[in-house]
């Protein structure tokens, strides 16, 4: 049974640069959230795509963008990074757009200098 | 959006003590997870417990959503324990997960 698979693991941008993080949910899930985890806090929540659409979203700008494909797979795509864009970018998945139960990806740790 | 806060924020154990986790939250929650950071960084859900007590294993977990409050037990603590818990929320007014700071649990040998 795979579980949720994320790519890259690493990443290293300049400031300025875009960047798309990769993912794919666990067997069985249609449902897929991204959240942002700087060193030493908790998750922040970014976005949560269902049915190919985003229905929820956190509090992040606009260069924040996502999309979800047919197989629902997931793309985070952030444009003009800045250097506090520098986190571990983590995927959950989960079922039918629900939040309980998430299963989640090791992660892309993305550096922006 | 609902607060969460987690204590104690840091804790270290000797192998095979027992322990309590606390998580308390300012609203009425319809969705409440305790999750597991491991050093390399893996979340792993250890419950889903929007009330009521479960067990699994060596960890079991209660929530008294009318007090707000959710605690996590780490019984005979193993060096792979290590590592920071969260605890994660979904209120009715605020639909979004939301998750504390966590807890950095040391077990040493």
């Known amino acids: 049974d795979a579980g949720v698979t994320q790519s890259p693991t690493h990443l290293i941008k300049t400031r300025g640069q875009q960047v798309t993080l990769r993912c794919s949910p666990k067997?069985?899930?249609?449902?897929v959230s991204w959240y942002q985890q700087a060193l030493g806090q908790g998750p922040q929540f970014i976005f949560q795509y269902y049915e190919e659409e985003e229905r929820q979203r956190g509090n992040f700008p606009d260069r924040f963008s996502g999309h979800q494909f047919p197989n629902y797979s997931s793309e985070l795509n952030v444009n003009a990074l800045l250097l506090g864009d520098s986190a571990l970018y983590l995927c959950a998945s989960s079922l039918r757009g629900a939040n309980e139960k998430l299963f989640f990806g090791s992660g892309t740790q993305l550096s922006v200098l | 959006g609902i607060q969460v806060e987690q204590s104690p924020p840091d804790l270290i154990l000797q192998e095979g003590a027992n322990s309590t986790l606390r998580c308390n939250f300012s609203d009425s929650v319809n969705n409440l997870q305790w999750f597991h950071q491991n050093p390399w960084g893996q979340l792993i859900n250890l419950f889903y417990i929007p009330s009521g007590t479960k067990q699994n294993g060596r960890l079991s977990a209660t929530t008294v959503a009318t007090e707000r409050y959710s605690l996590l037990y780490i019984s005979s603590s193993q060096t792979t324990d290590s590592g920071v818990y969260f605890c994660?929320?979904?209120?009715?007014?605020?639909?979004?997960?939301?998750f504390g700071a966590g807890t950095q649990v040391v077990v040493t040998p």
């Open positions: 994660a929320v979904t209120s009715v007014s605020w639909g979004k997960l939301q």
């Open positions: 067997s069985g899930h249609d449902t």
